[in-house]
């Protein structure tokens, strides 16, 4: 039975807490975040994902206390319960008003948890008393209380409707709109106070929207029927700086999960194209799902790696336009719940005598400098490989890292390696922004001052952005021999060991656009097209043979290399249930 069986099969006659505990034993095997196990999860009812969600955040966030207390009590043993359904129900008998969850619940197994009601009570109360705890809240591990409070931001989806027109539907609902005019940068958490129902228009981006830290609108119908975005505001900087216009090409080569690529497309009106690129499958669903949303019609997605692109085909000749976001330490994201699943890791790892397991690398802050030096080497590469299409005219790169060596330094290496871009002028680069680019690793101030950083102090992540322009015309000559030397050199052989030579994937999009949807026999190198979701919005699958297989640095390989002899994924031609 397939995966998608298993979890049909699973889904059939689950109760509430069984359910939540799936993810919770998907979220130790780490296969993916608190959010799309449960906001993006199909098999959690839409009135369901709210308080799924609070449930999973609230469990890890007390699992410091709550695991050790399960152990102690022994009622998985002499109930007979599954662990992970004991913890969240222990979580919701002891640490809310209301109890245990009813409605969609298991009552048998309420019932054999509620028997215990007393005595866990009382084993709570010690361990406040143990640990000088005055309230519950002071038992939640310090790295883990939300110290800094990041707004919630809405971007407006010019596809579907106007800033107006949602400003208006929100105050028609009770929130009061503030008048940003009167508001200064540094009264934004007074003005826009927790749980309050105030809202504003965002003081640099058009089509933004700002409500109080913790407003939670994944339920809100405007978000359901795609007509806003939920996306931070540093990640709604990046298509602000590109600016593509209307009618033109432009390309998103680390498009996943496809915010970014969607928030160009409502820029540009829908009105052009974009070639997006995702090199693992599982993430390209994702893309094709958002994006799809946000009812998006322009887009062109290929699973395939940016760097196996060859920006000499015909099919790129008038990309003008390209967002850059590569793979990033991730040291500036504040409100991922990544620290939540490590400590809750650690503490399962730690009752279970098995106190030295890391945290599977996915932690955000304590990047060394091995894996910051080869982030920066592959975001390099990415940079260059983008100034070799020959129309681009105006390149954004981007990062949710903090560090000098992913940010400043990449763009001042990048500076240093060609002549044929510079910077774009501060004026062009969100001008009301207050935080700049370091003058460090070599750049000039007026090269800093071109550049834009945010931390989560501004209310927002960690960010950066930097946006290159074109200043001498392409030589496709030069490109030619800039493609040989790199094909030639061990960043080449690190980069993709596998690699077809870029100029055996000349025309490769093309090439399959010929080849008949469905089509079986020889794979040919390249990319196989497929219509999805509508008439103009497609998804193209590269090759998967070995020859094609592009793989990036190995430092910061996501698991989409495969080993030989793994029986490899069936192709797919189109993408269902999107």
């Not at 005019?181 to 007074?190: K, M, P």
């Not at 001008?431 to 000039?444: N, Q, S, V």
């Not at 497609?538 to 910061?556: D, E, F, H, I, N």
């Amino acid at each position: 039975m397939g995966e998608n069986g298993r979890h049909a099969a699973a889904h059939k006659g689950e109760s509430f807490y069984e359910l939540a505990a799936g993810i919770l034993q998907r979220l130790e095997q780490r296969q993916g975040s608190i959010k799309s196990l449960t906001i993006g999860n199909d098999r959690v009812k839409p009135e369901n994902k709210r308080k799924v969600y609070a449930l999973i955040c609230q469990t890890l966030k007390y699992a410091t206390v709550l695991v050790p207390l399960l152990e102690r009590s022994g009622i998985t043993k002499t109930e007979n319960i599954d662990r992970r359904v004991a913890l969240l129900q222990l979580h919701d008998l002891l640490l809310t008003k209301a109890g245990l969850q009813r409605n969609g619940a298991n009552g048998q197994l309420n019932k054999k948890m509620s028997r215990h009601a007393k005595k866990l009570h009382t084993e709570l109360e010690v361990i406040r008393q143990e640990r000088g705890a005055e309230c519950n809240e002071d038992l939640v591990p310090e790295h883990l209380r939300d110290s800094v409070s990041t707004f919630r931001y809405i971007r407006v989806n010019l596809l579907a409707t106007t800033v107006d027109q949602v400003v208006g539907q929100f105050v028609e609902e009770g929130y009061t709109l503030i008048d940003s005019s009167t508001v200064e940068r540094n009264q934004l958490h007074s003005v826009l106070k927790v749980n309050s129902r105030t809202f504003m228009r965002d003081l640099d981006l058009h089509d933004l929207l700002v409500f109080p830290p913790g407003t939670d609108l994944h339920a809100h119908k405007l978000f359901v029927n795609g007509s806003v975005v939920l996306q931070d505001k540093a990640s709604c900087i990046p298509a602000h700086i590109l600016q593509p216009a209307a009618g033109s090409k432009a390309l998103d080569a680390c498009a996943a999960p496809g915010n970014k690529t969607s928030h160009m497309a409502s820029l540009m009106g829908n009105q052009g194209k974009i070639f997006a690129f995702e090199r693992n499958m599982a993430r390209m669903g994702t893309l094709l799902k958002l994006t799809s949303q946000a009812k998006c019609k322009i887009i062109t997605a290929q699973c395939a790696d940016f760097l196996s692109i060859n920006p000499l085909d015909p099919e790129y000749a008038d990309v003008e336009y390209a967002l850059l976001d590569p793979s990033c330490s991730g040291s500036g994201i504040v409100n991922r719940m990544d620290a939540l699943v490590d400590s809750y890791i650690a503490t399962i790892n730690k009752e279970a005598g098995d106190e030295d397991v890391g945290d599977g690398g996915n932690g955000n802050g304590g990047a060394d400098k091995s894996r910051l030096h080869n982030l920066a080497k592959f975001q390099n590469l990415i940079i260059l490989h983008a100034m070799r299409f020959p129309a681009i005219k105006r390149i954004t790169y981007s990062t949710c890292s903090v560090h000098e060596e992913e940010n400043e330094a990449v763009v001042a290496s990048v500076l240093d390696s060609q002549s044929e871009f510079a910077l774009a002028p501060t004026e062009q680069v969100i001008p009301t922004w207050p935080r700049r680019g370091l003058e460090t690793a070599g750049l000039m101030k007026k090269q800093a001052d071109s550049l834009v950083r945010s931390l989560p102090e501004d209310g927002t992540n960690g960010f950066f952005v930097a946006a290159f322009v074109r200043i001498a015309p392409a030589d496709p000559e030069q490109i030619k021999m800039q493609l040989e030397e790199y094909q030639d050199s061990s960043l080449y052989a690190k980069g993709g060991q596998n690699a077809v030579p870029l100029s055996q994937n000349n025309g490769a999009v093309q090439q399959s656009r010929r080849q008949k949807r469905g089509s079986r026999g020889k794979r040919k190198e390249g990319a196989m097209s497929a219509p999805v979701l509508d008439n103009e919005a497609t998804l193209a699958t590269s090759g998967r043979s070995k020859r094609t297989r592009v793989a990036p640095l190995p430092m910061v390989a996501t698991g989409a290399a495969r080993s030989k002899g793994k029986k490899r994924p069936r192709r797919k031609t189109s993408v269902a249930a999107i």
